[in-house]
DNA sequence: CTGTTAGCGCGTTCAA
DNA sequence: TTGAACGCGCTAACAG
């Protein structure tokens, strides 16, 4: 009733277990004829090698973990999405784990996967956590997306305070003077970065500054666009920290019978899914989220590969985001947009396309 | 320079490994001195339990996996979100596997989780898949979400052809007459289940069917709502097989200068968040899709609990989609959607919210 | 209460 | 080319 293992198959085949296990994972010589009386047994028995074990002796579990703060909307999807397709291809599993709002739970979960896995992607935008991680992943091979406090180790981060500037430049050139901006929670890196983008850029050009703090989801958009759309000296533009906070604000904007961006210009950051869904259209500063996911993850392979020798690897890689500008900003991009061609040009703008999604 | 080991934690607390296992686990009796000293060696040795050696003796991983078709959109990722709160409360880690087109990858991705998992929660639409999974996972407890082709076995599946019937009276009482269909695409078991659905509804009412086939995402959805605004006998109503259709086939009859609901009237299927965030905000089928992915994952983990005995658990579980209409469909609901009481709702509505979401 | 030892299932030397 | 034996790191019996 139980599983058959290796033994089991041995016994019919009238082999080794060594031998087995020869034929099995390819390695070692065999003659065809024993090679045949193992695929024999093996087909019999509905053998299937117990991957656990053989990770215990060969000290490669083929499964690399995440841990991120949380699994909700769409950056994080689409950033895991990536990550799988590299798994897959090649030939790694993914290990999830989200909710760690703080350092002490990430650095549970981080203990928790050794073992596990092969190696880490940690997305910590807590400072502490991500030293936490450093120290306590012991040799197991990391790569930290935590927005910028990786220094020294390998990593991935997003340009944020120059992406931020782009925000604020375009909507600048395109004539918005009261230009505020809905931040993220005080103690993100990512926030705090692109909070600091705004206000240099906002000083750069003489412009009186106006911060709202979000929570980076939408329903603290809502709030941070209602009270800025109540405000005397209403803001003539919103930069919001993230998409969906934008997207939360520009409804509070519409709900408040205002415009977009006829009254309110409003930018995002991400360039999530929905960005190019929404009417009008999201300007946003465009990461290819699948495509960073993919990036980070064959780079950890790689680290994981390259395990000891070359330490080489302990550059922090820089994401620069695009501007994409859509009709949220500027009211001349709304012909270009009436036909399908934005969406799909939105759906299939990565390389990373999902086949058959339901 | 290596990892320590528990040998290491006995040899330096001056104990047997025994005792430093009975310490770490919590189980058995312990001199609360040994357990002083034992403690002492973790802590200067930063030992950490090698998880991959403790499954193999205890023969449980307290991982379960998740196999899905694909990772894009956000049903997906909304119940992987589900599963993952769940995970983490219940002490399990969540391994993900998607991109299974045909059933041969799925099968082959099911093997590859043995000795992995404790338990899997396959999500597959196709029929095929659903019963290679069934054989192929051998003792492995199984819980199906596949679209109802799981007679017999322990399963969850959605009401898709009561949930169809809902979506097209509803719009037959609000007066619509021509009411067309975007189905998924042909061979998914969900898809044909609400075509279904839509079909009988319609022939039950005595009005003429309109399907076009698309694919669950929202291109084809574009597409398929291009078509149907070209139409002679343009539809005054599309009932989209799920949500990313209906949006796709929303911004189509938009961008073809058609109103909605004035001239045609859009239902979709899942209420995934973005639903309630289009303008007009769509009237969709609300399943509570974290939940049911928190309700698969405690399902299968009582599975793994009772696993031998109690194979009194072959039933499948049905999750009824409820119907909430929104502007989409009924302009009547356009005065309480201006407020961001819609908004709040729609992201507050299930009790899984996330926490300090990026 | 503690230590010794035998597996868990597999990969991998090392002889033969 | 094959097989016997050892070890991966840990838990769980069983003695002491």
Not at 33 to 57: C, F, I, N, W
Not at 267 to 291: K, S
């Amino acid at each position: 009733m139980k599983a058959a293992t290796i033994r089991d198959v041995a016994e019919r085949a009238e082999v080794s277990v060594a031998s087995v296990s020869r034929v099995l994972t390819g390695a070692g010589p065999v003659t065809p004829a024993t090679r045949d009386k193992v695929m024999e047994a093996v087909e019999a028995l509905q053998y299937v090698p117990h991957s656990g074990a053989r990770s215990l002796s060969t000290s490669k579990t083929q499964t690399i973990g995440v841990i991120l703060p949380d699994l909700y909307g769409e950056f994080f999807s689409e950033l895991i999405r990536g990550m799988d397709l590299a798994a897959r291809s090649l030939g790694y599993h993914l290990i999830v784990s989200s909710s760690h709002d703080d350092a002490e739970e990430a650095s549970a979960a981080i203990r928790s996967m050794r073992g596990r896995v092969d190696g880490l992607i940690v997305l910590s935008p807590h400072l502490d956590a991500a030293n936490l991680a450093t120290s306590l992943a012991g040799r197991l091979p990391i790569l930290l997306m935590n927005g910028g406090a990786g220094a020294g180790r390998p990593s991935i981060m997003v340009d944020n305070h120059g992406g931020a500037v782009q925000a604020v430049e375009h909507l600048i050139a395109t004539g918005r003077r009261r230009i505020a901006h809905i931040s993220g929670p005080t103690g993100n890196l990512e926030a705090e970065t692109r909070l600091a983008g705004y206000l240099e850029a906002m000083a750069r050009a003489n412009l009186p500054t106006t911060v709202v703090e979000g929570a980076f989801d939408q329903a603290s958009g809502l709030d941070a666009g209602a009270e800025l759309a109540r405000r005397a000296d209403r803001p003539d533009a919103i930069f919001a920290g993230n998409d969906m906070m934008a997207v939360g604000a520009m409804l509070a904007l519409q709900d408040a019978g205002l415009g977009v961006p006829d009254d309110v210009a409003v930018v995002g950051f991400d360039d999530v899914p929905i960005a190019g869904l929404m009417r009008p259209g999201l300007t946003t500063l465009r990461i290819h989220i699948a495509e960073t996911g993919r990036n980070a993850l064959e780079r950890l392979v790689r680290l994981i590969n390259a395990a000891g020798e070359a330490v080489a690897d302990t550059a922090c890689e820089v994401v620069r985001p695009e501007l994409v500008v859509r009709p949220s900003s500027d009211p001349a991009t709304h012909a270009q947009t009436t036909s399908g061609d934005r969406l799909r040009a939105s759906a299939g703008s990565s390389p990373l396309e999902g086949e058959n999604p339901q």
